[in-house]
């Protein structure tokens, strides 16, 4: 298969994807409130090497630069998220007049530039005074985000047309409400349930408050997802794949469609019914423009007698034996073209866009270039992998890769780098990655 870009169609969106908290910095100056993560990150032994996020790529004062940069890279769509506290310090209430005037002139440089916005609501820097009333355990969370969302569209919708109303929700309601290894670091199945169940209307409700102040502009929401496949062909592995899969790829996109929770498999998920009110079941479905999938990588899955709930178990990519990233994450390009075709399998999808993808390796600088050889080959076999699936009739727009700028890793901290762009962290110099040049080359 030759890989070319215009094999993707003229109309394909090529752009990268960064998110506030992880590169901003800034966290507390400017009237900005306190989130989640500035709070976890002051937690001892949460974080690789007690790293934080309290300056990142100081993106909030280095933005004109890393725009032209971009530019420079022939990039011309930027997915970003906006800091919630950033605008509402305590989450409701009073707004910020210097959040809304950073966003502005982010936005109006990019424009300025030919770079187009694609504005993320919520990637997981849920304000600190929010989560005091409880968070995404508290069902009035629904209407503080819409208020916040609302306030965002308003601002910013007559120049901003594309939206994304949440970041992975599976994700942070797992890792910071039921395993508790991200902000706020709660642990519990009933946690996990409620939070879930708040997301996805929330998610709905985002998406319902954007298109009846802007009709006019796109939106959509980002779900991750991996491709999950049994250890064995044993009967007992067969099943905790299932699980695994309703869990990793099915839980939040199944209700978004109208088709519900998908609890059959899973018993313990049969307690989400506790938090359903009279007409959520409709209030959760909504007709979105498009679904941003996020993957990275392959899941086997074995059974496991004693994993409370599930009775599965990842096998670690580390036992498989398997080539891998800095993260661990089993390099199988394969996995995207198996999620696209799963995804477009569903009856009333709308279009498909991979809003994240990329890999991070152990990247070095020599003679100020970092030469990143590992990561252009996984672009170029993943991109394979999606242009396979599109002349299979998959309706995919477009492909963004996680990350513009090596950044703060959530709970891997600085460690592993995903950037095109390296990020010297004592100076904030930038360094484009051999990658980098790549993909500007690429989709010139």
């Given at each position: 298969?030759?890989?070319?870009?215009e094999?993707?169609?003229?109309?394909?969106?090529?752009?990268?994807?960064?998110?506030?908290?992880?590169?901003?910095?800034?966290?507390?100056?400017?009237?900005?409130?306190?989130?989640?993560?500035?709070?976890?990150?002051?937690?001892?032994?949460?974080?690789?090497?007690n790293?934080?996020?309290?300056?990142?790529?100081?993106?909030?004062n280095?933005?004109?630069?890393?725009?032209?940069l971009?530019?420079?890279?022939n990039?011309?769509?930027?997915?970003?998220?906006?800091s919630?506290?950033?605008?509402?310090?305590?989450?409701?209430?009073?707004?910020?007049?210097?959040?809304?005037?950073?966003?502005?002139?982010?936005?109006?440089?990019?424009?300025e530039?030919?770079?187009?916005?694609?504005?993320?609501?919520?990637?997981?820097?849920?304000?600190?005074?929010?989560?005091?009333?409880?968070?995404?355990?508290?069902?009035?969370?629904?209407?503080?985000?819409g208020?916040?969302?609302?306030?965002?569209?308003t601002?910013?919708?007559?120049?901003?047309?594309?939206?994304m109303?949440?970041?992975?929700?599976?994700?942070?309601?797992?890792?910071?409400?039921?395993f508790?290894?991200?902000?706020?670091g709660?642990?519990?199945?009933?946690?996990?349930?409620?939070a879930?169940?708040?997301?996805?209307l929330?998610q709905?409700?985002?998406?319902?408050?954007?298109?009846?102040?802007?009709?006019?502009?796109t939106?959509g929401?980002?779900f991750?997802?991996?491709?999950?496949?049994?250890f064995?062909?044993?009967?007992k592995?067969i099943?905790?794949?299932?699980?695994?899969?309703?869990?990793?790829?099915?839980?939040?996109?199944?209700?978004?469609?109208?088709?519900?929770y998908?609890?059959?498999?899973i018993?313990?998920?049969?307690?989400?019914?506790?938090?359903?009110?009279?007409?959520?079941?409709?209030?959760?479905?909504?007709?979105?423009?498009?679904?941003?999938?996020?993957?990275?990588t392959?899941?086997?899955i074995?059974?496991?007698t004693?994993?409370?709930?599930?009775?599965?178990?990842?096998?670690?990519?580390?036992?498989r034996?398997?080539?891998?990233?800095?993260?661990?994450?089993?390099?199988?390009?394969?996995?995207?073209?198996?999620?696209?075709?799963?995804?477009?399998?569903y009856?009333?999808?709308?279009?498909?866009?991979?809003?994240?993808?990329?890999?991070a390796?152990?990247?070095?600088?020599?003679?100020?270039?970092?030469?990143?050889?590992?990561?252009?080959?996984y672009?170029?076999?993943?991109?394979?992998?999606?242009?396979?699936?599109?002349?299979?009739?998959?309706?995919?727009?477009?492909?963004?890769?996680?990350?513009?700028?090596?950044?703060?890793?959530?709970?891997?901290?600085?460690?592993p780098r995903?950037?095109?762009?390296?990020?010297?962290?004592q100076?904030?110099?930038?360094?484009?990655?051999?990658?980098?040049?790549w993909y500007?080359?690429?989709?010139?």
């Open positions: 298969m030759l890989l070319t870009k094999a993707f169609g003229e109309d394909f969106i090529w752009g990268v994807s960064t998110a506030a908290y992880q590169i901003e910095g800034a966290h507390n100056i400017h009237g900005k409130g306190l989130s989640i993560w500035d709070v976890f990150v002051q937690k001892r032994n949460k974080i690789f090497q790293h934080n996020g309290d300056i990142a790529c100081d993106f909030y280095r933005y004109t630069e890393d725009l032209y971009m530019y420079r890279l990039i011309r769509n930027y997915r970003f998220s906006i919630w506290s950033r605008i509402l310090p305590d989450g409701t209430g009073e707004i910020n007049p210097s959040g809304i005037d950073f966003y502005n002139r982010l936005i109006d440089l990019s424009l530039l030919g770079i187009t916005p694609w504005v993320t609501l919520y990637h997981w820097d849920l304000p600190h005074t929010l989560d005091k009333k409880g968070g995404w355990l508290n069902r009035d969370i629904k209407e503080w985000f208020h916040y969302v609302a306030i965002c569209v601002h910013f919708g007559d120049r901003v047309k594309n939206w109303v949440l970041n992975e929700p599976t994700v942070f309601c797992a890792t910071g409400y039921f508790g290894v991200h902000a706020p709660k642990k519990g199945i009933d946690y996990f349930l409620a879930t169940h708040h997301a996805a929330a709905a409700h985002g998406a319902r408050i954007i298109k009846s102040i802007q009709n006019d502009n939106v929401t980002t991750s997802c991996s491709y999950v496949e049994p064995t062909t044993r009967e592995d099943v905790a794949a299932k699980k695994a899969d309703v869990l990793l790829n099915r839980l939040l996109i199944e209700p978004l469609l109208g088709m519900g998908p609890t059959s498999e018993k313990i998920l049969k307690r989400i019914e506790k938090y359903i009110k009279q007409n959520d079941e409709k209030d959760l479905k909504f007709d979105m423009d498009f679904i941003g999938i996020q993957n990275y392959r899941e086997i074995r059974h496991a004693f994993v409370p709930y599930l009775q599965a178990k990842i096998v670690s990519a580390k036992d034996k398997v080539t891998t990233t800095a993260m661990n994450w089993e390099v199988y390009p394969e996995a995207m073209y198996q999620m696209l075709k799963k995804f477009s399998a009856q009333n999808i709308p279009p498909l866009t991979i809003t994240e993808n990329g890999a390796f152990p990247d070095r600088v020599e003679n100020n270039m970092v030469d990143d050889p590992k990561r252009i080959q672009l170029q076999d993943t991109l394979e992998q999606v242009l396979r699936a599109k002349q299979e009739g998959v309706n995919v727009k477009g492909y963004f890769v996680w990350t513009f700028l090596d950044n703060f890793e959530w709970a891997e901290g600085y460690q995903f950037g095109l762009v390296y990020v010297n962290f100076n904030q110099q930038r360094i484009v990655k051999s990658s980098g040049n500007a080359n690429f989709i010139k």
